[in-house]
């Protein structure tokens, strides 16, 4: 009797550990779900273009980098999120046959594209932006926002830290490198609206600016845009 007695203890004590451990397991997993990505960290690699006067000629793949670090609200338990935070924006567009005059004077001086008065074999516009982005999220998985369908709307504000052209020659097989290194005529801020939607980690990413490149009647209207893919996470 004492054995059997003993014997129904052990198994009861061994089925309640077992249980324990299942369920701290299972506390485990929905602890890690329960703490899905929240994409702190974006990649974008982009095409750059811009909406421009047909007198201006670009050629070749414009191209731009964005990274940013993000902090991630949650909308009470929906399937929605607000995201801020900073970074940097790059964008280089190449042009045909032409360079830009920056050296004008007077109350009418602008930026202004002109023929090359060099022979260049590559000539480009490179601008550089500390941003700050703002998202509007939804996603398709909120126990795990690694899988699923994703999609966000945005604006990204920028203040303008750096901007040159560069024009790329040879002389009697030596290469040369003209390089300006300017910030004049250029609009100090920019904003642009943001668009992203895609699976998992990876969404197709799509930006307009809201403003000129340009300041009033510093230069050509020209509105950049553009395309590309966005690598999320963490």
Request: glycine content about 10%; proline content about 3%.
């Amino acid at each position: 009797m004492k054995r059997g007695i003993a014997l129904l203890l052990t198994l009861f004590s061994t089925t309640t550990i077992l249980h324990a451990q299942e369920v701290e397991k299972t506390s485990a997993k929905e602890s890690i779900l329960s703490k899905p990505s929240r994409d702190f960290v974006m990649l974008q690699f982009t095409y750059e273009g811009w909406n421009k006067p047909d007198s201006i000629r670009t050629t070749g793949f414009g191209r731009g980098f964005n990274g940013y670090v993000c902090y991630d609200f949650p909308i009470a338990k929906s399937n929605f999120s607000f995201a801020a935070g900073i970074g940097i924006g790059t964008s280089n567009i190449y042009l045909d046959k032409q360079e830009i005059a920056l050296n004008d004077t007077g109350s009418s001086a602008q930026a202004r594209f002109i023929p090359q008065t060099m022979d260049y074999k590559k000539y480009k516009v490179t601008t550089a932006y500390l941003e700050a982005p703002f998202e509007l999220r939804f996603f398709g998985n909120k126990e795990n926002r690694n899988r699923g369908f994703k999609a966000a709307i945005g604006l990204r504000i920028g203040t303008l830290v750096g901007a040159h052209t560069k024009g790329r020659r040879s002389v009697d097989g030596t290469k040369i490198i003209d390089k300006e290194d300017t910030r004049r005529f250029l609009e100090n801020w920019r904003f642009a609206g943001t668009v992203r939607i895609g699976w998992g980690n990876i969404t197709l990413l799509g930006t307009y600016n809201l403003n000129n490149m340009y300041k009033a009647n510093a230069g050509p209207p020209i509105t950049p845009y553009s395309l590309g893919i966005c690598i999320s996470g963490l």
